[in-house]
T-cell receptor
Framework: SAVISQKPSRDICQRGTSLTIQCQVD?????MFWYRQQPGQSLTLIAT?????????ESGFVIDKFPISRPNLTFSTLTVSNMSPEDSSIYLC????????????FGPGTRLTVT | AQSVTQLGSHVSVSEGALVLLRCNYS??????LFWYVQYPNQGLQLLLK??????LVKGINGFEAEFKKSETSFHLTKPSAHMSDAAEYFC????????????FGTGTKLQVIP
């Protein structure tokens, strides 16, 4: 298994500002995923972050709004830029398991409220 | 393409009663299926998984699920609900391949009544 930590655990931000969320894994992984969980809804994949290359964004998500960094194999950041109340969500990072089981390990999430 | 449908966004059961959370999937290739649990203010934790081996899968905390290809279902059950089972449950689907994109269902919030 993998142990994943996220910072901050929660934040309240003003409209128009930006917040950077950090994700730290206790082992080296090639792929890291960033998800958004809007209130009362399921998880939506924002992007896949590979070390040494640009992140791959899902439909409806763009780099200008959600820039991602992946400086090494244990760390990634997601920035939520120019925030609006619609960005209020839980943001989770995850990593795939080793081997072929295709399960993912999730961080505890960052609960963001935009006022 | 793949998708997951969870029937019932909220399910209430009495403590000690059977828990049944429904999940139906759609996948053009043999699926891998998962149930995750999310406790309040926490991330997701894997309960159990089906990856083309035994169709009846046992997970943690007494939960199990049965893969039924003919019904395209992967329902989650537990014989006797405990208060600590109150949480949100997500069914998810992926498939073998180099890119492990996972599609999650909309979740079912389980309430356990004492």
């Amino acid at each position: 298994s993998a142990v994943i930590s996220q910072k901050p655990s929660r934040d309240i931000c003003q409209r128009g500002t930006s917040l950077t969320i950090q994700c730290q894994v206790d082992s080296q992984v090639t792929m890291m995923f960033w998800y958004r969980q809007q209130p009362g809804q399921s998880l939506t994949l924002i992007a896949t972050a590979n070390q040494g290359s640009e992140a791959t964004y899902e439909s409806g998500f763009v780099i200008d709004k959600f820039p991602i960094s992946r400086p090494n194999l244990t760390f990634s950041t997601l920035t939520v830029s120019n925030m609006s109340p619609e960005d209020s969500s839980i943001y989770l990072c995850s990593v795939p398991s080793r081997g072929s089981s295709y399960e993912q390990y999730f961080g505890p999430g960052t609960r963001l409220t935009v006022t | 393409a793949q998708s997951v449908t969870q029937l019932g966004s909220h399910v209430s059961v009495s403590e000690g009663a059977l828990v049944l959370l429904r999940c139906n999937y759609s996948s053009s290739v043999p699926p891998y299926l998962f149930w995750y649990v999310q406790y309040p203010n926490q991330g997701l934790q894997l309960l159990l998984k089906y990856t083309s081996a035994a169709t009846l899968v046992k997970g943690i905390n007494g939960f199990e699920a049965e893969f039924k290809k003919s019904e395209t279902s992967f329902h989650l059950t537990k014989p006797s609900a405990h208060m600590s089972d109150a949480a949100e449950y997500f069914c998810a689907v992926t498939h073998s391949g180099g890119y492990q994109k996972v599609t999650f269902g909309t979740g079912t919030k389980l309430q356990v009544i004492p």
